[in-house]
């Protein structure tokens, strides 16, 4: 009776114990089946340009940087859609004139004939025989609105190739034909040393190669508004030339830290954030100037150069006493006087009379590496004309750029230079910069080292540590503390490379830097743990994170509420301008969300207001205020950075004053009533 009790209580376990396994196996695939099945539906929920977003992570970092694709077919079939709409007016300077004037990059005036005489089929330069040409100086009267003053004397030119005086700055050049009608006309400027200023700079220069240290040249070019991604789609022959053939460091993970010029040349130049559109000098901080101000310390020629006037980017900066940027030599006189003259420029999209006008600046460049051989300088350009307006335009700037790179390999200009190509971030205009490769490609700037060959045998870590890093997150602050380096370059010898890395943890824990001093050198390594925020890069335009595409923005709650926030705040602000429109919104165009590292949640939403049709895009935090009533607490938003316009505004503020105009946000913002 016993045995038979406990065989009974023995399978009675035993079945207990089945039906517990088979419990167990039945939750366990439950639970993987759903967690398998929601990751699919989230997964399915990404916009379908995500896909074609690839990440990657450098040295096992937690930033992942994206990577897209240059030749994506629905981003060039959108780009080339949009080109087409605005239809704006290719550059035609160059398009087959009938005579064109250039020089050589240093004294010389050169004719080229585009069109032969059927008269004289062995001289191709019959134009200057059968037509009257001439050029006049004339110097630029800054105190009078930056008038031209011309000399009396046209001086004539009878030949293919004509010297210019030395005395001669600026000329323009005349040709009218036989019935004295004008057919050519075109301004050119040659770069002149000043004995004054050569005397001063010398004197330092001496001084500074008696430590016996090295030096390096710059030739600092800016591309405004071209994206790393844009650069590869549109200038393939300059990009290849660059990695190929000069063995360019090429930086895939440059980040802006904000919408506009100003708001990433002045990290750049200054390593401070732009405050408020007015100063770079947001302290009285003596360390927050201009980093050219430490070359001329050092007795470097400091150049300015740019090919327009109307956007300038220093119009803003400090100046001296004489107005100056302190630069010991700059164009910008004989470029605004042109503009102030000629329309030619102002109506053609990248040209300069008869010069494209990318061309005026790689002349220049020529110009200058030619006269200063030798000599220390560093050589500041910023190109805009022909890139700024239309993405696809900067395909213009591809043959200028690269005749430029291969004179300056051919001539041995850069033997003892280094040529940094930058930009300040992509197109933010375009339609296509709303969709979401478009997002993530405006926020990635270009950015190229050029390096002589003897530089990375002599600083090897240096030069180990910036092929490093251009593979991961870096930003413009980055940029500073380079050119800082760069100018004294005992502090990237191998040596004092290794104590500077080695105190880098203790001076991150002591916090003795000042706030307003971001980023490192790119010839240090950047820790695997760098985020945006340790970058000086704002969160509305990190690339580092994830961003969820949600299908229907429209109908997503949680968009709607951000939108509906950022009206709110938008009207708040106009409320203040009575002659400013209220907005409403049109449509919501866009809305994606992510979750950051410490679990804060934000959208990024673009959206369109009435009247006016403004489009805007903007970064919503959300919190949950457990102080107010509700299940849990209540949501709580606030902006991640300002909301910006991405669309041409025009005229539509033209009703506020000058003043008002300036505040950057209100002139975007504002549609007139």
């Not at 010069?355 to 350009?381: E, N, P, S, W």
């Not at 390096?451 to 930003?475: C, H, Q, R, V």
């Not at 997503?556 to 919104?585: E, F, G, P, T, W």
Request: proline share 3%; with cysteine.
């Amino acid at each position: 009776m016993r045995e038979m009790a406990t065989s009974y209580l023995l399978r009675r376990l035993s079945l207990r114990k089945i039906i517990f396994i088979i419990l167990l196996i039945v939750s366990f695939t439950s639970y993987f089946f759903l967690f398998f099945y929601t990751n699919i539906i989230e997964r399915d929920q990404k916009l379908e340009t995500d896909k074609k977003i690839k990440k990657i992570k450098i040295y096992k970092g937690i930033c992942k940087v994206p990577i897209l694709n240059p030749y994506e077919k629905s981003a060039l079939k959108l780009i080339k859609e949009e080109t087409e709409r605005k239809n704006p007016t290719p550059p035609q300077c160059e398009v087959n004139p009938t005579t064109q004037f250039r020089t050589d990059g240093d004294t010389h005036l050169i004719h080229i004939s585009k069109i032969e005489s059927s008269n004289d089929t062995t001289n191709p330069h019959w134009f200057i025989k059968e037509n009257h040409c001439c050029y006049t100086p004339f110097t630029t009267v800054v105190e009078s609105d930056y008038t031209l003053q011309f000399s009396s004397e046209c001086i004539q030119i009878h030949q293919i190739v004509t010297k210019i005086q030395t005395e001669y700055e600026n000329i323009q050049v005349l040709c009218k034909d036989s019935n004295e009608e004008l057919i050519y006309r075109d301004y050119f400027h040659f770069f002149r040393l000043n004995e004054p200023i050569e005397k001063t700079l010398q004197k330092k220069e001496d001084k500074s190669r008696g430590t016996g240290r090295d030096f390096l040249n710059i030739i600092f070019l800016g591309i405004d508004s071209v994206a790393f991604t844009n650069f590869q789609r549109f200038l393939p022959k300059t990009r290849n030339y660059l990695v190929q053939n000069m063995s360019a460091v090429e930086f895939i993970g440059l980040n802006k830290v904000g919408r506009g010029t100003m708001e990433n040349l002045v990290p750049t130049l200054s390593g401070c954030s732009y405050y408020n559109g007015q100063t770079i000098f947001p302290t009285e901080s003596e360390e927050c100037y201009l980093i050219w101000e430490k070359y001329t310390q050092q007795g470097y020629r400091t150049v300015l150069s740019e090919e327009q006037f109307w956007l300038l980017i220093y119009q803003y900066m400090k100046r001296d006493a004489n107005g100056k940027h302190n630069m010991a030599y700059e164009n910008l006189p004989f470029v605004r006087g042109i503009q102030n003259t000629c329309t030619y420029a102002l109506y053609n999209y990248g040209c300069f009379e008869h010069q494209l006008a990318a061309r005026v600046l790689t002349d220049r460049i020529l110009q200058v590496a030619r006269k200063l051989k030798g000599k220390l300088y560093y050589h500041h350009l910023w190109s805009a004309l022909t890139s700024h307006d239309v993405l696809e335009f900067a395909k213009y700037l591809d043959n200028p750029f690269h005749e430029l790179l291969t004179n300056l390999t051919s001539q041995n200009l850069l033997n003892n230079t280094v040529l940094i190509l930058n930009s300040d971030h992509g197109t933010v205009t375009s339609e296509y910069s709303r969709t979401a490769e478009g997002l993530i490609e405006a926020r990635v700037p270009l950015l190229y080292f050029v390096f002589p060959d003897w530089f990375e045998s002599k600083y090897k870590i240096a030069m180990m540590n910036l092929k490093k890093n251009s593979k991961g997150l870096t930003s413009p602050y980055d940029l500073y503390q380079t050119l800082n380096d760069l100018v004294n370059l005992d502090s990237i010898t191998d040596n004092v490379l290794t104590r500077r890395y080695s105190s880098m943890s203790q001076s991150d824990q002591d916090q003795t830097k000042p706030e307003w001093i971001k980023g490192q050198s790119l010839f240090l390594p950047i820790p695997l743990n760098r985020t945006c925020e340790d970058a000086g890069i704002p969160d509305e335009y990190c690339i580092c994170y994830s961003w969820k595409q949600l299908d229907d923005p429209s109908r997503d709650v949680r968009i709607v509420k951000a939108v509906s926030y950022c009206l709110d705040q938008m009207n708040k602000r106009l409320s203040s301008y009575s002659k400013c429109n209220h907005l409403d919104l049109g449509k919501i165009i866009h809305g994606r969300m992510s979750t950051k590292n410490n679990g804060e949640i934000i959208y990024e939403v673009t959206f369109e207001t009435v009247p006016g049709n403004g489009i805007f895009g903007a970064v919503v935090k959300v919190d949950i205020d457990t102080t107010r009533k509700g299940f849990g607490g209540t949501m709580k938003y606030s902006l991640v950075g300002e909301i910006e316009r991405q669309n041409l505004y025009g005229k539509q503020s033209d009703c506020l004053s000058i003043t008002m105009r300036l505040a950057g946000w209100i002139r975007s913002a504002c549609y007139c009533r």
